[in-house]
């Protein structure tokens, strides 16, 4: 059973880079889809992006170009950076998974909450 | 850009009701790529069902998905008490990629 774990500042300062870090264990990351997910504290969903193996990424055009999301499988690892972070960035940041398609998540983690502010 | 319409809110009812949710898109679009969650408070969102119609793995028969063109549904035959969350229909495909409604929240009565 795959499972993830999101970690990373629960502060960032406006301006500066959000990065967070989705740790994968129960299986190997490759074969699986990969996403960020945020939602704003008591608002719905919003898809970051999404990314496969071969490391090409796709972004919310909402982002205006601020998301970078990679993965070092070495590590198990999924990363998240956000540059140019607003109070409007602070949310609960998950990151999820499937094994048969991009088009939804089956695997999620249990989500990070970050807030922005000085 | 695709916008996916959730309704109603809010839904009041009973354990052992019959609940039935809709999700509007702005246009039409493939039921292969549409899925419903369930989200609990303080939890992460649950996939119920994907491609319109399919049960994920471990979701009770009780749900069932629903729908094409522009309008879908997902319908609870019987509310168990576990079953009061919000409920967030999402899209694969357009502009962004990857889009969720609003949500509707099942409550109790």
């Known amino acids: 059973q795959l499972q993830l774990q999101e970690s990373g500042p629960g502060l960032v300062k406006p301006s500066e880079t959000l990065s967070l870090t989705c740790t994968v264990s129960?299986?190997?990351?490759?074969?699986?889809?990969w996403g960020w997910i945020r939602q704003p504290p008591g608002k719905g969903l919003e898809w970051i992006g999404s990314i496969y193996q071969s490391g090409n990424a796709n972004y919310n055009p909402s982002l205006n170009s601020r998301a970078t999301i990679s993965i070092d499988s070495s590590k198990n690892q999924l990363s998240l950076r956000l540059n140019s972070v607003t109070a409007a960035d602070s949310a609960v940041y998950y990151c999820?998974?499937?094994?048969?398609?991009?088009?939804?998540?089956?695997?999620w983690g249990q989500g990070t909450l970050v807030s922005v502010s000085s | 850009d695709i916008v996916l319409t959730q309704s109603p809110d809010t839904l009041s009812l009973s354990p052992g009701d019959r609940a039935t949710l809709s999700c509007r898109a702005s246009?039409?679009?493939?039921?292969?790529?549409l899925a419903w969650y369930q989200q609990k408070p303080g939890q992460a969102p649950r996939l119920l069902i994907y491609a319109a119609s399919r049960r994920a793995s471990g979701i009770p028969d009780r749900f069932s998905g629903s729908g094409s063109g522009t309008d879908f549904a997902l319908t609870i035959s019987r509310l168990e008490p576990e079953d009061f969350a919000v409920y967030y229909c999402?899209?694969?495909?357009?502009?962004?990629?990857?889009?969720f409604g609003g949500g509707t929240k099942v409550e109790i009565k």
């Open positions: 999820a998974s499937d094994r048969g398609s991009s088009a939804w998540y089956y695997y």
């Open positions: 999402q899209y694969y495909g357009s502009s962004p990629l990857l889009t």
């Open positions: 246009q039409s679009v493939s039921n292969t790529y």
């Open positions: 129960g299986d190997s990351m490759s074969s699986y889809y």
